[in-house]
Structure formats: C-alpha cells, structure tokens
C-alpha cells in the first residue's frame, strides 16, 4: 500500500469537515507543543501518514485509521 500525503490545504479542510480543527489549533498553540510541532504545522508542504507527528496527533485525537482520513482529505 502507499505511503499517502496531502497538502495543508487537505489536512486543514479535512479537520475542519470532522470538527477536529480546535483541538489541533489550541494545541499548536499551547506550551505543551514543541517547537518542531509547532513549525511542522506552520511551515509544512506536505503531511504523510508515516511522519512520526502527524502519527502522533491521529493518535491524540482518536483518528484510528491515519491512511482513509489522508484519502479522504485528497478529495477535498
């Protein structure tokens, strides 16, 4: 199976369609984020389901399936 990505534009309307998107803003924003997380967010041209933050962040939101949530967010 490949390895899948998506552009911010995708990951952010993909948030934003299951209502996820707080969480990862209040979080980017708060102390506990590192500043790696932090610029990931920021600056990042691409989010691929084996980038060991973003496989992080699936997991703190209780996304159980990272691959069909970027598939998903391909079609946005």
Known sequence: MPILS????????????????D????YVASEQATQDEKDAWEFTTEFREDNPLLVNAASMLGITDLHVFIEDAQTL
């Open 6 to 21: 998506c552009t911010p534009w995708q990951i952010r309307k993909k948030l934003n369609k299951e209502g996820m998107r």
């Open 23 to 26: 969480a990862v803003e209040s």
